[in-house]
């Protein structure tokens, strides 16, 4: 019987370059953002697996002897290296009550828990009576990664819960952290669940969220950068729905009926990322304005690229003009088609026309604010390490 409570926590993402082109093999550079997702994970004395998801309007409950009897029944074994199969999904859909195509927020996130759940007890070992609430800071479908956070809180839950990894945090310690074997283990798994949301990710998402800090990513291989200097960017949020799944699905569409026409804007792209890259590991902690113009261009060509791709949205275009006329360069960040905008910010940007861009934008129905990037990956939590806030939204759930 599971005896401990624990709270962990992972962060959202924003991508600098490489959205959609690293789903095809190319570089992505990407940044773990000061906005989280929370999971608290209590032991339940009554044969259940309860799960609360306030963020989708989830309450759900189910006794695990009829879990444990659902994972027996699987014909194909699970393991974090295989896609989730069709028949996987399709019976775990059946067993959840869940319409063949739904794609609701609630319905993704229900089933990527119950894939998750039986796979790693299929694996590791039964997942005990427990009782899961999970918070997030982050918007839901806006590009920052939620979709990614969610899987790796719920990894790194699960895989404690069930003895697969261990359970870090000592007696008086605020926060700690899993081994780097831990942690690949945590990624893989949170890569499953992203499978389950996403349909074909890239994976880089749940990298940041696994590792927090900056890194580059391609084709599986993690490469955290050798120097990230204090970047100042204004997230946008367009509050425009979309779902990631959709917009990639969308992506590899075009490139299959254009491929001699798109290859090369993803290829164009990967230069972006690699020049990027270069840029600011040669820029110093507290970089002057003169390297600012290459990173401004870089920006603005690689948001018409992903308007090519037929990623843009009219709401996105907005948001890049009221920046421009401020004299600020954005782009979009994760899938697009609506969500989240960035927007460098130079360290000589003065604060009133900062002020006055946030303005411009909150007239347009956007929600905009500063963020700080490189935050720590998936962590563990004392309770009384925890800020009122987050205490606040755990307690009332
Ligand atoms: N806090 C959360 N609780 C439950 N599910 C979540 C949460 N955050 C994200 N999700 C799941 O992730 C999906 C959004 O993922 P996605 O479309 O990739 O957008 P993004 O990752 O950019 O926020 C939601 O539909 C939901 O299924
Ligand atoms: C479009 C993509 O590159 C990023 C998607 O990010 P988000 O789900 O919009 O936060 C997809 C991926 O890398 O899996
Ligand atoms: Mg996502």
Redesign the pocket.
Known sequence: MWERSLVLSAPGKVILHGEHAVVHGKVALAVALDLR?FLRLRPSGEGRVCVR?P??GVVRSWDTPRLQALRRGFAADFDESKSPSVEQLDTLKEFAGIAAGASA?ES??TLAFLYMCLAISAKYGDVPSVDIL?W?ELP?????????A?AVCLAAALLTACGAISCPLKEGESTARWTEEELTLINSWAFQGERV??GNPSGVDNAVGTWGGALRYQSGKITPLKRVPTLRILLTNTKVPR???VLVAGVKEKILKFPAIMNPVLDSIDAISQECQSVLEAMPANPSPEYYPVLEELFDINQHHLNVIGVGHPSLDRLCRVTASHGLHSKLT??GGG?CGITLLRPDTSPLAVEAAKRDLCACGFECWETNIGAPGVTLHSSSSLNAEVLHALSKS
């Open positions: 997702t998801l963020g989708v927020p993704l996130a999970v997030s839901t479908g806006a590009g920052l990664g939620s979709s990614a969610f949301i996403h779902s990631t799944k994760g899938a969500g």
